[in-house]
């Protein structure tokens, strides 16, 4: 991380500079029973990242005959995840459109990390449960993710059921965004709520990009604070793409299930 | 429209050029008991655009004491609208996971367009179904839904229930894509199913980004790619705010509801 | 049409006498994916009537193997139909009770228009999409619904995936209704709702009857008045069906789908 | 009933003339801690008639502040009714389509019968759940429903709950057919399942029709056989007037809940 | 029953001694399209419970290849079952918390009285619905339904589709309960709500325990209060067999479905 | 516990004696936005328990203007808690039985452990995540959302909230089973899916019963089996309270939220 003075703002509520990330540390194998686990904690943000196996596909997979293997995502916020408390989907009948959105970005995030044709024909599910919500946690969902799918493949790899590993590159996800004004990396909860612009970027271990999704709600946004945001979301990400690095060496630090 | 000749691809199934719109007209007025309505045809894609209006706000800002008015957006395909008939959701008993992530991007989108405070009390929904659906739906949908929501404005105007407009500026969207490596404007269905990347940007009249969203499923982009794809979705834009322009001052061709 | 001075009244609101029929058009092709579509507009009702084909049969037929083809059909009213804005199925989680009876109601009448047996293994789906109700929104989906279906039959004809039509004789429907003591043919909203007796007369092109639908919740009703408004349901029937055999004729104006 | 020996069919499974009704019984009380209850045992089909009261009306009826009270009716078969387990709606996670349609005939037949503004700021819920279905369930529904309707109108007469009865007619129903040719009174289920046409009528007391549902799935019906039919009908309803009229005279035969 | 005057009590609403049963009566036979009906009257409380057979397993026994056949139960209570009535579990789109564990508790009652393998490949259902509630509705709905288990049994057997039957021990339960400090055996409606502790026993002919159940959460209950409570358990589950007995004795009434 | 040979058996797959607990460790406040929450690692069963508090009382309170407050529970395995990924309920559309039958035994439990009219018109959440499944997942979730519970009214009685503990004991649970004839205390999964007999027993810090629920389903058990569980249990609690006593005292390790 760069400490560049003139990025430096007096306004983040943590005294982070504009540039700065906030600390992200990953707990691997929170749950055991998952082929790949990890817990991620990114400032106070807090997600439980879980990677299971099927052996099998998708009915729609079986039935357009399509060979190859799929992952795919499902994200939920725990009640206890937000200060007041979030009522379970399964209470109100019917998942939450933010939710929906959320798993679907995800999915796509993770089989573009993905060689589909590599995996057989199993599924990947990636499944995220926030433990604790203070702003990024659709990021700290895909970064997290790929950790725990990084060590679900390595599973599959020492047990054989893999020959070559079907991860080409490594995805991770920031959230940038502009608060009165001054483009900011990595948004915490109280700036992603006066922010006027808010921009997910997903991008990969080689510095492309794999999904962008910004908007402007509060106020449009022209192309300077555009390119300011992707410059700063490029640097964040090659940084989680190290960590993320650090923590799959780490590996899973047991036996897995019988 | 430009006629940039180093623009031109043998490759588009319709013979346009890469930086071409396929033909957009509009009809005013196709349901004539919502205060504002129009049947964008947008190549061969067409979308029924009505905005109906609500003397009261929504539960949450009653609940939250937020004054002004609110915008929001429903987005169905009807089941007629593809080649294969697609299921209504209702039979599938919830709502398509993509449905849901485009009204409520069509919804974020108009609230772009409108200041809420000058509303009033009151709702407007902006209804979008999909009569055909050739490629680009969703922008069709917005930029539609635009026309239908400034029908619905002038008639409050007219009816004096609004003393002064709150749209202060219009919106509209493209897509744009990346084909057989060829940075192309408004994709087709055929060419969106063969994209390598899409882009969709929704902007306002005066150049500014209201929302971006581009995903890279078959593969990842790099910079250039993106900033050629906005620099195609600009011109489209700005020619797409002239067109909703003249369809607005055509305005409806008849009283409204009495 | 008769002339008939003595059926004359003052009381219709657009100053029809009361054996006179509202005017009625149908626009075929409004949704070219489909197999064959119209859109009928009766006075001010206006549905979208949309025939598509499946290459199936319900998993009923199949289990019990019942041979021939299945013709099903599905009504809704889109939420800018009625004054007042009407919320979807999908919103409150559940088909509308009306909705799904007059949704059973128009597959009964399709199919006593079809030689079920010689429709081959398909399933013909007729969607009916209200557009604008203004009274007779079911008779109009019928009467539109059959000219779909024809349409359809007739592309099947014409690709020689029928060898012979299955269509016998042609279905259409009328509401009859007794207001203020005066029966009266083709109710438009205003005078539904302040109908006595409400009867909906779905007939054949031979007079015979297919459905009766006759409803006195605010009075009931004698023999006399049974008679008189089954004699207008005929003589309103017998125009409706002339009016079909000219809208198919004209037939598409496009091909079909690839 | 006539014992005209022109009418005499060798056709009918229970060697019943074709103008003859099957045996009808009614069991007052069957479930006491309703208002009024009785069980009808018409022939083999049998269908528990339960009218329960709520002191309050529909929230419709509370916003749009229409007097006086409210009439519903709830049908549903339990699921050892038929040969073949019948699965609950529950199960299915909807209403059967069947079902709400032959809910909303009987609560607009319950409603034919009363004063609504006679009835206080009340509801009554009509629910009839069918213990065996041998044909003609929904008009045993109707004929019962208004048995438990009366016994519970006695009740909040001799509790002084209301001070005039809001009952000014009987209602009651029966289904008429056309069986190889032969118009039928009555039908059975093996009858029902063979006949050509279907007709349930719904009439008063005093002679009038409430309603009128016919079908000609399997064949379309000309006027003669429809004319028979309602005479065959009103003959039917003269009779179930005397029956109903003698259950409700014997009353229910215990005490109501403290 | 014993008739021990230290048992007595002036407490009981109906002057029962605390180890005195309500009277228990079956009706057999009253749904005649089940294979085995009974309805049990059990003082106030009237539960039809009904055994139909379906000739196919479970999925989950399917595809997990489990021999034998399956006994499951369903648990409802019809609206007028209650003093005020009870909206029906589809009215609300889901099945209530309490029926579902009372259904799964009848399922697991029926299953310990059955040898599965004895079966067959085939399913029992066991429905049990509630005409009248007045305390011990699931007691009855156990003890009814091993006499409509039975019953469909002997008419298996008798139809030589069971070689033997499949049933080794009877099973039924009983209530038992402290209200104001004294242990009562069979607690009716006013009784169970003001017990402190209720404690559901379910027992075999043999005096074996399948089922207990005990809830203390208007206080908690020490062991000689669970003590006292088993032993007036054991004594009326054994006159409850008695009485079994003698209904699977005299059988069903009349012939079974064709 | 006890180290008694006599209790010894060879064939607990971890080694521990009859009467021997699993290991029990307590991590509070896994989920900072929470008012108190706990990890409880059982063995190797974890279940995340949280408690949230809300200012206001259930509706039916509200309505029947009940005083006091309220303290209600849910339970949810996490997909990846078990050995084969678990479909989320939302995905099925309901909430299993099962979840819905133990999420109303943890709340019956919690609130045999408070007095709930010194709790405040406020309502209690206690919720269960299981993060693994290793058996036991009620008794687990009892014992910690107890804790949970105690940390929330630790933190109430802080803010100056509460002025009195409404907690007057505690609340505690295990399981005990009958395996190969050998009564075992606290059952892990593979002895579970062996068990002939499950009880499970919740108790109280003065030893008294809250809750007793054992099943037979494999086989029936008598009262010399039933008296040694009901031993073991009681022993167990006696331990477990302890270990929630320490857990308490150690209290959350951060301030609250602001």
Redesign the interface.
């Known amino acids: 991380m760069m400490n560049d003075p003139s990025s430096q703002t007096d306004a983040r509520p943590d005294s982070r500079q504009s540039d700065q990330l906030r600390p992200v540390v990953f707990r691997n194998d ?5 082929y790949g ?1 990890t817990l991620i904690e990114w400032g ?1 943000t807090r997600v ?1 990242c ?1 990677a ?1 196996v ?1 052996d099998r596909v998708p009915r729609w997979m079986q039935e357009q005959k399509v060979g190859g293997g799929w992952v795919s995502a ?1 994200y ?1 916020m ?6 007041g ?1 979030k009522p ?4 109100r ?3 939450d ?2 939710s ?2 959320i798993q ?1 970005l995800i999915g ?1 995030s993770m ?2 990390a993905v060689q589909l044709e590599l995996l057989g024909a199993r599924s990947i ?1 990636i ?1 995220c ?1 926030v ?3 203070d702003g990024g946690t659709r990021t700290a969902a895909i970064t997290g993710g790929y950790v725990a799918l990084s060590l679900a493949v390595q599973r599959l790899l020492a047990e054989d059921k893999l020959k070559e590993s079907p991860l080409a590159q490594s995805v991770a996800a920031v959230s940038v965004g502009v608060v009165k004004g001054i483009p900011l990396l990595d948004l915490c909860y109280e700036e992603d709520a006066a922010a006027d612009v808010d ?1 997910n970027v997903v ?2 271990s ?12 509060k106020t ?4 300077p604070a ?1 390119h300011r945001m ?1 410059e700063l979301a490029g640097n964040g990400v090659a940084e989680l793409v190290k960590l993320q690095r650090d923590a799959i060496e780490a590996g899973a630090n047991r036996p897995g ?1 019988a």
């Open positions: 929170i749950a055991p029973y998952a686990s106070s439980i879980a299971t099927e499902e939920s725990l009640p206890y995840s937000t200060q408390r379970r989907d399964i209470s009948g019917k998942i459109g933010r929906q959105e679907r796509r089989r573009a599910w499944d449960d433990l604790q919500a921009l991008m990969t080689r510095g492309e990009y794999v999904e962008l999704q910004g908007t402007g709600e449009t946004f022209g192309s555009l992707l299930p």
